[in-house]
């Protein structure tokens, strides 16, 4: 097969979440066991870090797997969905998995995917373990797809667990409560692992402690050991932010350090991720300051990392960013409202399965929105969208492809106003980067 038929054949013939949502989910961890068990069981040859949580698993793992990389290690990095290219998910020191490598290796497994019939990520989970394997990475940054605890990437022993903030997404599958859904993302925790938790929420905080506990694994909650603030106002268009970490005692760790992720919910991130080096270097990793900080300031161009708060162009500003539930819109309404503007446009599109009607509800009734939908089944219809965002006070107009919205947003935007595109990761797929 081609490069393009081999894509085609993973799309039609495996079920795949990012597309159909629900009917595309197997938890459960025997299909991914059989897969690589059959391969050899590649992901017993590798050392990771493996990352899961709500918001931010993305951000931290791309920011992980820069400082290894500024530190001169071969990395591996797993995350998901991929926005413009299926081999983004897969890459080694911030380079794409070979379409080579993806043709010859489903070419030579097809026939155990037809005995096992596993899910798309389920295949995903093995292509990556197996590509990591045999290019020998010195570690491997694995992000979690949904969950945790029954997620295909969880047949690891990673050396080190990190789990961001927990909040709302995927009740349908992982619970209507934050504890419930804390639990699923606890399932990562291994007996004897190091967990580190980014972010203390005292709703959930219980949820890990009973589960490290019963792992017999070391718990560190990492933002009581590490503070991420502001060293220096940042400008609308600014794309890096300049910060302080310290310890709660007022102990300075790092001055003027210069983080290449805007969003302020990064500073949310940044302790887990400096939890996690320390770990490693308790663990005999060599990564120094000098490392630390140019992966850190560096991480766009070091891992291609896309899609988090992204200055797309200016006068107007044009920004993206991939938040698509209640905690990730809160943050996003919250910056928006601090840049200094006329008018704002909002390019709005999300999927069916979400929580529309809370995320709707948060959004700015001044805005000016182009409701869109992207090119996957899951895509909510623009128009419905659009009578969806009237009923509660959001005024616009249907556009239905997403080019099309973000053209006319661009189009109408003065200079000195602001156009936002978001509302789902697969709006932002379809963006010009």
């Avoid at 099309?404 to 595109?421: K, L, S």
């Amino acid at each position: 097969m081609t490069y393009q038929q081999t894509l085609d054949y993973l799309y039609s013939q495996l079920p795949m979440f990012q597309r159909v949502g629900e009917a595309g989910y197997k938890p459960g961890l025997g299909r991914t066991e059989a897969l690589a068990a059959a391969m050899g069981n590649p992901e017993r040859q590798l050392r990771c870090v493996h990352v899961a949580g709500t918001n931010g698993k993305g951000s931290s793992s791309n920011l992980l797997a820069a400082v290894l990389q500024a530190a001169g290690y071969k990395v591996g990095l797993y995350t998901s969905p991929h926005l413009k290219e299926f081999t983004e998910r897969i890459k080694i020191n911030g380079q794409d998995l070979t379409p080579e490598y993806l043709v010859a290796w489903v070419a030579r497994w097809q026939p155990l995917f037809a005995e096992l019939q596993p899910s798309f990520f389920e295949m995903c989970v093995a292509l990556a373990f197996a590509y990591f394997a045999e290019e020998q990475v010195d570690v491997a940054v694995v992000e979690v797809g949904l969950g945790g605890r029954l997620d295909s990437t969880n047949i690891i022993t990673p050396l080190v667990s990190l789990i961001t903030n927990i909040s709302y997404d995927h009740q349908n599958l992982l619970g209507n409560t934050l504890p419930l859904i804390a639990g699923e993302k606890a399932g990562i925790i291994k007996p004897g692992v190091p967990a580190i938790i980014s972010q203390t929420q005292p709703e959930v905080q219980a949820v890990f402690e009973q589960k490290a506990a019963a792992e017999q694994a070391p718990l560190l909650f990492a933002d009581q050991h590490y503070l991420a603030e502001l060293a220096a106002p940042t400008a609308p268009d600014d794309d890096t932010q300049l910060l302080t970490i310290t310890r709660p005692d007022g102990q300075l760790l790092l001055s003027e350090l210069e983080l290449g992720l805007v969003g302020d919910y990064q500073r949310l991130n940044l302790p887990g991720v400096l939890a996690v080096v320390d770990e490693l270097r308790r663990q005999g990793f060599t990564i120094p300051e000098a490392a630390v900080r140019e992966g850190l300031r560096e991480v766009r161009r070091l891992t291609g990392f896309l899609g988090r708060w992204t200055i797309l162009g200016r006068q107007p500003l044009v920004i993206c960013d991939t938040g698509h539930n209640e905690a990730g819109i809160r943050f996003i309404v919250g910056q928006l409202a601090r840049l200094p503007m006329q008018r704002l446009h909002f390019v709005l599109g999300v999927v069916n399965d979400k929580d529309v009607s809370k995320m709707l509800s948060l959004l700015p009734l001044h805005a000016t929105y182009y409701f869109c939908q992207a090119t996957i089944p899951r895509a909510l219809p623009a128009a419905e969208l659009a009578e969806r965002a009237a009923a509660v006070g959001l005024q616009g107009t249907v556009w239905g492809p997403v080019p099309a919205a973000v053209d006319a947003a661009r189009a109408a935007a003065a200079p000195d106003d602001v156009v936002f595109i978001g509302g789902s990761t697969f709006v932002v797929a379809e963006v010009d980067f």
